[in-house]
């Protein structure tokens, strides 16, 4: 945990966690409502999930299956299927791994990237009608506040040990 842990934090400053707390359990809630109002499946047929994969591929450069469910905390089984289901689509392909010949690694194809970028183009036309009413200085502040928010927790993340305590200070 982090040097300075929750027992010795001011309880101004705990007041101000929970209130964050709360309202990205709100924020959570409110984004799981928002992508269950879009269909399942998007226009092209490929499972909402699935697009989490594509996203990988474009953004960290063809992967293997293992590394993905790796990256994106989920089963090999369901990264698996959902990829093969890309594959199936002509969104994703298969290319031998120059480590390993045995393996392969997955890589957006020309159509995948052309299908993320429609639907970024989608998502950000949307949270740019959320921000609408917003000043351009708060939303480069939003911008700024979580990516400080977002890094925080990456070089943050609990120990199993730190949720052991927390479990037992609760009474689990």
Known sequence: MAPN?????PKAELELADQLSNELVRFMRLITKAKSQVAKQGPDGIERAAYAILFCLIHEGPQRTSKLAEFLHSEISTISRQSSSLVQHGLVERQAD??????????PTAEGLRVFDENRKQRNQWLADVLGDWSQ???EQLNNLFERLNTGIENNFPSLSDTAAVSQAKGA
């Open 98 to 107: 120059p480590e390993d010949g045995r393996a392969c690694l997955l890589a």
């Open 5 to 9: 842990s929750s027992a010795t934090r």
């Open 137 to 139: 200085e708060d939303r």
